[in-house]
């Protein structure tokens, strides 16, 4: 298994969490409890996915293969949604 193998294998997991938090922030529809609950999620996203995907890797690893991704990706779907469905 190479090194690129496991970038892949924590991003993915972490982009369908964006997509799927950032849809649940925008039917929160309070801008500090959606941060809350994405920041919640990513830390035990990693807890979770570092387990079943068995990646021993530190916190900047993580931080930069998976979690920029998930929290861009947070971001993305939840503007999209509140611009097209609250303005």
């Known amino acids: 298994m ?3 193998d496991n970038e892949l294998r924590a991003l993915l997991p972490f982009a369908v969490l964006g997509i799927i938090v950032g849809y649940a922030s925008f039917l929160i529809n309070y801008t500090s409890a959606a941060a809350v609950l994405m920041i919640v999620v990513a830390i035990a996203g990693k807890f979770a996915i570092a387990k079943v995907i068995k990646v021993k890797e530190d916190w900047k690893w993580w931080l930069g293969n998976a979690i920029i991704a998930y929290i861009f990706l947070w971001l993305v ?9 609250v303005l």
């Open 77 to 85: 779907v939840w503007t999209i949604l509140f611009n097209a469905f």
């Open 2 to 4: 190479s090194y690129l």
